[in-house]
């Protein structure tokens, strides 16, 4: 179960008034933000999770660190009204780097979760700035994924990598950083998402796939392919108590807990045999009372 302060960055552009994603693009995205709160939150209660808008007049704080779905629900519904312009991704991430740092509970690692659907433009389109921000984000220990669809989707150079893919890659530590594409068509934007690495390490492994788990044989991001890879079948990061308390009892062999019941069951019929005896042979195994013939 992470222990994790998230902060959700939402594309409000002038894009995300097409229809490629059902009902638009921005209803789609808010599906999606409304799932990913209550993927983090049901996955630790100490979680917190913020929001915040990179276009309009410009990158907005709309919700710090919280719990409460509410306050998610009402930023999205006031951001509705505030489409427009172009998103500014290195100045939005900047700002919730800060809001991260000044979270409560210092013991919750860090991570941001940027949506994207419009085109890559002014300093989000340059390279190299944009490598230098991930190195910033690397050193300050805070991990970022990336959710592309729409406009957001890159056509790749002669070498297969895109700015956002070599942004995440060089922001990722120990594989805690991820680039989702998720083209459009008939599935929602919320399904592609919560079977994507960006929320396997939140999910558990027992959930079937028809719950819209990721079932135990999808892999998760680790590569991992489900419960079936631990020693005791349990994931000691999603419940390390029950790891625990199996681990010991997978210790003892069949055979061996067999002989134990067996020995106690022989017990039991000795016990029970001398509680049948009559009382004058009961009277022969209670070994003699004492002699006590007091002080000498």
Do not use: W
Not at 175 to 190: A, E, F, M, Q
């Amino acid at each position: 179960m992470p222990l994790e302060a998230t902060m959700i960055i939402i594309d409000n552009s002038e894009y995300m008034r097409n229809g490629d994603y059902q009902p638009t693009r921005f209803e789609a995205q808010a599906d999606a933000v409304n799932m990913v709160f209550q993927t983090k939150v049901d996955s630790n209660p100490e979680n917190t999770v913020g929001i915040m808008s990179m276009a309009g007049k410009g990158p907005e704080v709309l919700v710090t660190h919280t719990k409460d779905l509410g306050q998610i629900l009402q930023a999205i519904h006031t951001t509705s009204s505030k489409i427009g312009g172009q998103i500014d991704i290195p100045t939005a991430i900047a700002i919730s780097q800060l809001a991260l740092k000044h979270r409560e509970n210092k013991n919750l690692r860090q991570r941001i979760i940027v949506f994207v659907a419009s085109p890559l433009e002014g300093p989000a389109a340059d390279e190299k700035g944009m490598v230098k921000l991930a190195k910033k984000l690397k050193k300050n220990n805070v991990a970022v994924d990336v959710v592309c669809y729409g406009d957001g989707i890159e056509e790749p150079s002669s070498d297969g990598k895109t700015v956002l893919k070599t942004f995440v890659e060089s922001a990722s530590s120990g594989d805690n950083s991820h680039l989702v594409t998720i083209p459009p068509g008939p599935h929602l934007l919320s399904d592609s998402l919560i079977t994507s690495a960006v929320l396997s390490a939140d999910r558990s492994n027992s959930i079937p796939v028809e719950l819209g788990g990721t079932g135990a044989d999808i892999p998760t991001a680790s590569g991992s392919s489900g419960a079936e890879n631990f020693e005791f079948g349990v994931d000691p990061s999603l419940d390390p108590e029950l790891a625990m308390v199996s681990s010991k009892h997978c210790f003892e062999s069949f055979p061996t807990m067999i002989s134990r019941l067996s020995a106690c069951r022989c017990k039991r019929r000795k016990r029970v045999k001398l509680l049948l005896r009559p009382p004058h042979q009961l009277s022969l195994l209670l070994p003699p009372p004492s002699l006590n013939t007091g002080p000498s």
